[in-house]
């Protein structure tokens, strides 16, 4: 299975080449933009798209403004079977600790000005139609959320890995680009979040509706608004989450691929 | 210029079309208390107003708005000084930096804690109390909330339901100027309207207001986007440059 790993927090710092082998970094134009991506060939001989949402280098544009229209469109033209995506995020169980990783099991969205469809208007009967005709067009039909067996690819490769790792969890998506007053976290924690970003949608919406199966690790980075006083004020963004993360997901990647 | 701006819909007096790059506000500059004071009535876009404060030299901005009580201990006539607050307006904008990576502005403290004691300065009358914390529930506009979701709010925690108060709090806050919000109580929710907000009432806010604050910024909100700036992500005068 041909997979595409979405890069997240601290993306942008990795030297690539320090992972695996890396090719050109070659860009995609889609209807919604231009998509950048780099080809990996990991240790095992396994060939894995890498795209880094936030851009190179620096963070370019934060969460709310990441192009995954033209992400995952281009993920499915360049022949991506499975997303493997990962997030930095902030912590609402009480269980978790800053440093631990989450493979979320849903999704709560609570975006607000985002475009969730790559059909043209709001959902619709028509547009539902077309959403399904095209889901049913490719083999499989795509999970409601997450695709398990890439959840337990990443689960495993992360245990192998010494990562302290959870394998359940909502994951809530505001809209940002500000983070939440200590209302909102609680009003999350109570709707049953345990972790708290702003990436994951519409990007796991995008990639259901292009048939792509999609799994997504969490990096807990900090405490949520309000929070830290009572656990932490632990704070880590660093280039080695991003690092921890890459490796994680390839060795996922390769698993998957045989 | 005024080193105070009032965000509120339709004060009292001439207002003059300010232009934005989000569309016009209308301003009314005035003296009050010794001190020159900017009210701003907000244009269509929520971020025209906050824009508006910054461009006419204010550091803070004291958003009024009306809204509904969710917790029973509230009346209408009732001040309500929010310091927290939950978001549920959507479709606007919710920033001044779309297509850019700033990293995050922090909610916490959700308001000035310098601004809301000033405002908590204004005299309590037997019918006119004022809370000086609570909750803010920002009600997606322009329609009263419905019976579900006023019970759904007070199951977050929700004081009052207002409408006007955000994006436009947390936009001031990407500008970093101070922000606080005075919610003036004008009926139980699902009720009727049962108090108007009228100018006397306004104008005692504002003399309490003006005579507690210090002239001196001692809080932290100017230095919001200090991190974006230190590394260099952000130019002197970044907010010059917006547009739509």
Redesign the interface.
């Known amino acids: 299975m041909r997979v595409c790993i979405f890069g997240g927090t601290a993306a942008y710092h990795l030297r690539l080449e320090d992972f695996a082998r890396a090719g050109e970094p070659f860009a995609v134009d889609t209807p919604d933009g231009r998509a950048h991506f780099t080809g990996l060939t990991t240790a095992g001989g396994a060939q894995v798209l890498f795209n880094s949402r936030?851009?190179q280098g620096?963070?370019?544009?934060?969460a709310?403004?990441v192009n995954h229209r033209a992400n995952v469109w281009a993920a499915r033209h360049l022949g991506a079977e499975v997303i493997l995506s990962w997030n930095g995020c902030g912590a609402l169980d009480a269980l978790l600790s800053v440093g631990d990783l989450l493979v979320p099991h849903d999704v709560l969205d609570q975006t607000?000005?985002r475009r969730y469809s790559y059909a043209p208007s709001t959902p619709n009967g028509a547009a539902q139609a077309r959403w399904r005709r095209r889901a049913d067009a490719l083999p499989g039909t795509p999970p409601p959320v997450f695709w398990e067996p890439a959840r337990q690819a990443l689960l495993a490769a992360a245990r192998a890995q010494g990562h302290n790792v959870h394998a359940w969890g909502v994951y809530a998506c505001t809209?940002?680009?500000?983070?939440?007053?200590?209302?909102?976290i609680?009003?999350l924690a109570?709707a049953g979040a345990a972790v708290v970003g702003m990436t994951l949608s519409p990007e796991v919406w995008l990639a259901a509706e292009l048939g792509l199966r999609y799994a997504s690790l969490c990096a807990v980075t900090n405490w949520a608004?309000?929070l830290a006083e009572q656990h932490s004020n632990a704070r880590r963004f660093g280039p080695e989450v991003g690092a921890a993360c890459l490796r994680v997901a390839l060795a996922a990647a390769e698993a998957l691929a045989t | 210029m005024s080193d105070l701006a009032i965000l509120m819909p339709c004060p009292s007096g001439a207002s003059a079309p300010y232009a934005t790059p989000f569309g016009d506000a209308h301003v009314q500059e005035r003296v009050l208390g010794g001190r020159a004071l900017a009210l701003i009535e907000p244009g269509d876009d929520p971020r025209a107003g906050p824009w508006a404060a910054r461009a006419l030299g204010a550091t803070r901005l004291a958003i009024v708005c009306t809204g509904a009580a969710l917790n029973r201990l509230l009346r209408p006539l009732d001040w309500l000084l929010p310091d927290?607050?939950?978001?549920q307006?959507?479709?606007?904008?919710?920033?001044y930096?779309?297509?850019?990576?700033?990293?995050?502005?922090?909610?916490?403290p959700?308001f000035c804690p310098e601004l809301r004691a000033a405002l908590a300065a204004m005299p309590e009358r037997p019918d006119a109390r004022v809370f000086d914390r609570g909750?803010l529930v920002a009600a997606p506009a322009p329609r009263p909330e419905t019976p579900a979701e006023a019970r759904w709010w007070r199951?977050?925690?929700?004081d009052v339901a207002a409408w006007g108060a955000q994006p436009a709090a947390?936009l001031a806050?990407?500008l970093e100027l101070c922000v606080a919000v005075a919610c003036y109580v004008v009926r139980a929710a699902g009720a009727a309207d049962d108090a108007w907000l009228e100018a006397p009432e306004v104008e005692r806010l504002l003399a309490a207001l003006v005579a507690a604050l210090p002239a001196a910024r001692g809080c932290a909100c100017g230095e919001a986007l200090a991190a974006a700036r230190a590394?260099g992500?952000l130019e002197m005068d970044w907010w010059k440059v917006l547009s739509v």
């Open positions: 936030h851009g620096a963070l370019e544009r934060s709310a403004f607000r000005a809209e940002g680009p500000r983070l939440e007053s200590r209302a909102e609680a009003m109570g608004t309000g | 927290d607050y939950v978001d307006t959507r479709g606007g904008p919710t920033t930096f779309t297509e850019r990576g700033l990293g995050y502005v922090q909610q916490s959700a909750t199951g977050l925690g929700g947390a806050r990407e590394r992500a």
